[in-house]
């Protein structure tokens, strides 16, 4: 059975399987509160504030493109803003870089890690680090700008070593809290119970035709206030970060590649625009796209355009013969009641 049907028939919903694995989930569960109260008995508390955005799911949800927004609508409210990224798959995990200064990025996507990258090319005007030792990270942060008001983490809600003032909590609308099970029974990294009721819920992706969200209740009842994150194709970018607009590719040979924890979202977009796709390449998620065939493979059906995601084309612009022909998808991310979910923020962070 490959991880697909395996989530779908396993952890999206309870399944013989999933209730034979429900004890070890329990376990599982319990062994994750024991280690939050643990580390945060000697959680290190930096002089700035802390905010961490994750989520309580395995796979994708949205974390990243929600911390681009958010330190977008805090640069705005006048806020003195970094972001701190483990560098997933890049050569600063295990060793956290500033990888970013005034005169822009410092280094490649083979270092930084695709979405640290995408955080620190999105963000040019703030200061980026990638690392997974969060305290590090944050010290480095701090050490080359002392004046820092605030700092995001992404992906953090189970680094429990720092103190947050606020932890900001990404679900995907349509994959929610999976079968509601913990790990391995479930898709829950920790159960719901363990969620600080002060945190701040964002449901991504959700549909208009979703009028009811059924798992929801579960995240009200938590007292945790709930917005909602919407995104939109807005243009495609070449290699060398040129605006497309959607007419560019119309009536054209297009093939999709992504590494993205939820392919059928990005197929979801390009349909969206009213475009078909001979085949789509997808890998698994932060997939560096290394193998040396691939460009073959990509180009079998001759296409004359290849899209990709954001967080894709700069691991994929290192193939020459795939350069002129790569696009990138750009989307762009609103938040209902913008107003509203600044305004939270702001009150947790005072």
């Known amino acids: 059975m490959d991880a697909n049907k395996l989530i779908q028939n396993h952890l999206l919903k309870r399944s013989p399987l999933s209730y034979t694995l429900y004890p070890a989930g329990v376990i599982y569960g319990f062994l994750q509160k024991l280690r939050r109260t643990y580390y945060q008995r000697n959680e290190y508390k930096p002089p700035c504030k802390i905010i961490s955005i994750g989520n309580i799911v395995s796979g994708g949800s949205g974390k990243t493109p929600l911390t681009i927004s958010l330190a977008k609508l805090l640069i705005k409210e006048g806020k003195k803003v970094a972001v701190s990224h483990r560098g997933y798959k890049g050569k600063f995990e295990y060793n956290p870089h500033l990888i970013t200064d005034k005169t ?6 083979q270092h930084t890690g695709d979405e640290a990258y995408l955080i620190a090319s999105s963000l040019p005007q703030i200061p980026v680090v990638a690392g997974r030792k969060r305290k590090e990270a944050i010290q480095l942060l701090l050490q080359n700008y002392p004046d820092l008001e605030i700092i995001i983490l992404d992906d953090a809600l189970q680094h429990y070593y720092v103190h947050r003032d606020l932890d900001i909590i990404s679900f995907d609308a349509s994959l ?36 009811q969200i059924p798992w929801l209740e579960k995240i009200i009842r938590k007292g945790m206030p709930v917005f909602y994150c919407f995104s939109s194709p807005s243009c ?28 059928a979202s990005f197929e979801q977009s390009v349909c969206s625009l009213g475009l078909s796709f001979m085949q ?25 355009f290849i899209l990709c995601t954001q967080k894709d084309i700069m691991k994929l612009a290192k193939y020459e013969p795939l350069k002129s022909r790569l696009l990138a998808l750009e989307l762009e991310y ?9 305004n939270q923020v702001l009150k947790s962070v005072r």
């Open 176 to 211: 929610g809290l999976g079968n509601g099970f913990v790990i391995p029974a479930g898709y829950l990294r920790e159960p719901i119970s363990n969620i600080p009721s002060q945190s701040i819920a964002v449901i991504n992706h959700k549909n208009e035709e979703q009028t």
């Open 334 to 342: 609103s938040m209902e009641n913008q107003e509203g979910f600044v």
């Open 104 to 109: 822009g990025i410092l280094y490649d996507v």
């Open 280 to 304: 789509h390449y997808a890998f698994k998620d932060h997939y560096a796209f290394s193998n040396t065939f691939l460009p073959q493979k990509l180009l079998e059906l001759n296409p004359d």
């Open 236 to 263: 495609f970018k070449d290699a060398a970060g040129n605006t497309l607009p959607f007419s560019y590719i119309e009536g054209k040979r297009i093939v999709l590649t992504s590494a993205i924890a939820n392919p």
